[in-house]
């Protein structure tokens, strides 16, 4: 993960938080499994969405 203060590589198996101005970056074949406050997640999923599609 790239974050304002610098990268952080999670590994197999280990729980991590990504505070709000990270950005992702997954290696191909990557499962995961997230879980988000729900309150949290609606704010945050249309601005995901509209990143993505900005490209």
């Given at each position: ?48 969405a509209k990143n993505?599609?900005?490209?």
């Amino acid at each position: 993960m790239h974050l304002p203060d610098g990268d952080e590589v999670v590994e197999a198996g280990e729980a991590y938080y990504t505070p709000p101005g990270h950005t992702d970056e997954l290696a191909p074949g990557t499962l995961l499994v997230e879980f988000s406050p729900t309150e949290e997640l609606e704010r945050t999923l249309p601005v995901v969405a509209k990143n993505l599609e900005a490209g």
